[in-house]
């Protein structure tokens, strides 16, 4: 417990907000970075993990091989990736700007997987009464996904992105590995300098960061959640809040 | 007027839903096909707004062979109405069913404003506009359907089975409401069913189905009651059945009445001299 308390009193000194202080401080610094990464990771991932997602969502086509090519995505450990990513990126880019784009690449291999799931089976879980009605109505396949389709699977697709953005927060600490900032700075200086304090303080930091996103994402699954539709509430994720849905239901 | 040309389906498994059929619907006429599940009745129904297409064969409305049409246009010029109302659950009442209009780009206000008006034309409350789907009964989002099946004002209306996962009250209710609509609207309707007192009382041609989509027999509810073309037609409309056969039977005093009775002697109907059967009122 003293570790902790140490740890808190670290965290809540205000010398470690201090503009101008001796990397890797100060505290805000790092944590804007972290989120930077995250933000461009989880953006980039989104770009390639959405659309196809959609695509085979949609039309069902190329759902296995997706499937095993996306598990085995998850299956690489993102430091080794990392560094392997480096020693390619090495022939290709200069030496400075390699970490932070083999690291945004190791990250977004880690977005993709769990952005790609829940696209499509988001998609793949709406009524196929209703879709085969919007297509009888005389819909286009383009209005079916973006009328009928997207606003059903909305909570399954935020739910997807939200546990990659988890994923990523979490991973992200990685970066300083290779010389870059972020929350995992302050860890692994601590780690250098023997200062528990640091080290635990920078886990928190990276906890507290992962729950509070966490918390907006479910905020935002709750709003998306198709009005008229109570069954299709977002799945939850812990067992507090699946009692609360069931005393509102 | 709806044409089919030698129509032949095989789905890609090798099922041969349908083979050479050829067939005419006369415009603002009711035609029930009717018969057992995977007779081909809904894959023949299906084919007309393209939802399926055809292996080989045509099919014309008024002429026009619409394997030439848009199949989006084609779709929105046709109205539609299916078994499990197919509704968009996310969206309002009223928005439902304004979707082919709003899909015209029709603005939002005058869409809605003829929404309002068709549910009334349908027998529904406009207090219900703003709900949602999920929030209304069973009849009631079959009368959602139907008027959003109407919401183009279509010539041509295609209903698969609507009624049939409704309570038989709520169905007797929607039929002869639908009966209603259909004296005042004349639509050409194609209405699938497989059930045969269902097709009888809504139809002006009745066309019964063998497996494979070959035509039993086709006719009006009365030739087809007073002449089953075979057994399967006979055993289909009840007539082999002790507990309902239905016949016709006229008898002098009734002011020259054709009743339709069941098996029990009981009269379920009279007969009109259009051939339509007029449905007796349920006794308690």
Redesign the interface.
């Known amino acids: 417990m003293d570790l902790f308390e140490s740890a808190l009193r670290w965290l809540l000194d205000s010398e470690n907000y201090r503009a101008g202080s001796r990397s890797p401080l100060p505290i805000q610094d790092r944590l804007v970075e972290h989120l930077t990464y995250t933000g461009i990771s989880v953006l980039a991932a989104a770009l390639i993990a959405l659309p196809l997602g959609f695509f085979i969502g949609h039309t069902g086509r190329g759902r296995q091989l997706v499937i095993s090519f996306t598990g085995a995505m998850r299956a690489l450990p993102t430091l080794g990736l990392l560094f392997f990513l480096l020693m390619v990126l090495d022939d290709h880019v200069s030496f400075d700007r390699a970490p932070l784009i083999g690291s945004v690449i190791a990250l977004v291999i880690l977005a993709i997987p769990s952005m790609l799931a829940g696209c499509y089976a988001g998609l793949e879980s709406v009524?196929r009464?209703?879709i085969?009605?919007?297509?009888?109505?005389?819909?286009?396949e383009w209005?079916i996904l973006r009328?009928?389709e997207i606003?059903?699977a909305l909570p399954l697709i935020v739910g997807g992105i939200r546990s990659a953005v988890l994923q990523v927060i979490a991973t992200a600490t990685i970066a300083s590995y290779v010389g870059l900032g972020g929350l995992g700075r302050i860890i692994t200086s601590g780690i250098g300098l023997y200062d528990y304090d640091r080290i635990l303080g920078g886990a928190l930091l990276v906890t507290a960061l992962a729950l509070s996103v966490d918390a907006l994402f479910a905020l935002l699954q709750r709003a998306t959640a198709?009005?008229?539709?109570?069954e299709?509430r977002p799945a939850r994720r812990r067992t507090s809040k699946s009692a609360d849905t069931a005393a509102r239901a | 007027m709806i044409e089919f040309e030698s129509v032949t389906k095989q789905f890609p498994d090798g099922t041969v839903a349908v083979e050479d059929f050829s067939f005419t619907l006369p415009s603002r006429k009711t035609t029930v096909f009717v018969g057992s599940s995977g007779c081909g009745k809904t894959t023949l129904l299906r084919m007309i707004n393209r939802m399926i297409e055809p292996t080989s064969g045509r099919i014309t409305i008024d002429g026009d062979d619409i394997a030439g049409r848009n199949k989006v246009e084609l779709r929105r010029s046709i109205g539609y109405v299916l078994q499990s109302s197919g509704l968009l659950p996310h969206r309002r009442v009223v928005d439902n069913v304004a979707t082919v209009p709003l899909l015209h780009g029709v603005k939002k206000s005058q869409a809605r404003a003829e929404a309002m008006d068709l549910l009334d034309k349908v027998g529904l409350d406009r207090g219900l506009a703003r709900r949602y789907p999920r929030q209304l009964s069973g009849g009631q989002q079959q009368r959602v359907g139907v008027a959003r099946a109407l919401a183009s004002d279509p010539n041509v209306l295609l209903m698969d089975e609507p009624f049939g996962a409704v309570d038989p009250i709520v169905r007797a209710d929607l039929q002869s409401e639908l009966n209603r609509l259909q004296r005042e609207l004349g639509k050409t309707i194609v209405f699938v069913t497989h059930d045969i007192d269902e097709a009888f009382l809504l139809a002006d041609q009745v066309v019964i189905f063998r497996k494979g989509g070959v035509i039993a027999q086709a006719g009006t509810p009365a030739e087809i009651l007073a002449a089953p073309a075979d057994d399967f037609v006979a055993s289909f409309v009840g007539a082999d059945k002790g507990k309902r056969t239905l016949h016709l039977q006229q008898r002098p005093d009734d002011d020259g009445l054709t009743l339709v009775v069941d098996g029990d002697g009981r009269p379920i109907g009279v007969l009109r001299p259009d051939g339509a059967l007029e449905k007796q009122a349920p006794r308690p």
């Open positions: 009524d009464t209703t085969d009605a919007a297509r009888a109505n005389g819909m286009t209005q009328l009928v606003p059903l198709t009005r008229g539709l109570a299709h």
